[in-house]
């Protein structure tokens, strides 16, 4: 695994990972992270490696939150999201895979799916809940898996994917076909318990959404837009991003 000064520092990626770090004294007991996946919060996650490193902050005792996951991959998939925060946030942070909850999707069973989603709510209650939550923004206005029709106040439940999403992470994928067609998600409601939220968004396919979420309507229609329900949420964004506000 190449070192982490390896990888270009960028000022997103610098100011996301102040974001998340700045909660941390606060935290009494290990801290509860709360993890996305995608390619934006990667330069964040980059910098809290390399803050580690340096002594800037210690997240060695960290507890990892996943958002979501896909249903019905098996387990040790690369692309499930189990695999991708292990590779990209528990190997680099040395948050163990005890510590890295993630949603069980390893069911073909709606029953053994509600199950699962239940469990997980009581995992994060169990944690005291999530201190910082780390989020990405897919193109719809999706947060996690929270798709666009999403209600507010839900909580960890089985979503089926919107054709577009599934479009869009097909690049993971040898196919469009072999992306799975449900997932575990987060509600939004879970999302707003989180008690600091960090956005990251970059390039110009995210201005819209992003525009949505921060000056649109409390709406269903842009789940993101519930960031503006919670006390202290943070948007981390690029001119480009940004280039609708
Ligand atoms: C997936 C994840 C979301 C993420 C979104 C955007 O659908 N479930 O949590 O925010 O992708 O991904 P990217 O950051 O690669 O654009």
Do not use: M
């Amino acid at each position: 695994r190449p070192p982490a000064s390896g990888s270009p520092s960028t000022a997103k990626g610098q100011a996301g990972a102040a974001a998340v770090a700045a909660v941390v004294p606060a935290v009494s007991g290990p801290v509860v992270l709360g993890l996305a996946t995608g390619s934006s919060p990667l330069g964040l996650y980059r910098e809290l490696e390399r803050a580690q490193g340096e002594g800037r902050v210690d997240l060695r005792a960290a507890h990892g939150v996943a958002l979501d996951e896909y249903v019905g991959l098996p387990a040790g998939h690369p692309q499930s999201y189990r695999e991708v925060l292990r590779r990209e946030v528990g190997d680099r942070l040395g948050i163990d895979d005890a510590r890295l909850h993630v949603p069980d999707g390893a069911h073909d069973d709606e029953a053994s799916l509600a199950a699962a989603a239940a469990d997980y709510e009581e995992t994060i209650r169990g944690l005291g809940g999530v201190d910082v939550q780390i989020l990405g923004i897919g193109v719809n206005g999706h947060l996690g898996f929270n798709e666009p029709g999403s209600a507010l106040t839900s909580r960890t439940r089985v979503k089926r994917l919107a054709a577009s999403t599934r479009e869009e992470n097909a690049r993971f994928f040898d196919s469009v076909d072999d992306v799975p067609t449900h997932c575990v998600t987060q509600g939004l409601g879970t999302v707003l318990s989180a008690r600091r939220l960090v956005l990251v968004a970059t390039g110009e396919a995210k201005a819209r959404a992003v525009a949505n979420a921060v000056e649109g309507p409390l709406t269903a229609s842009c789940p993101a837009s519930v960031l503006q329900w919670h006390a202290d949420a943070v948007a981390v964004l690029d001119e480009a991003a940004a280039g609708l506000l």
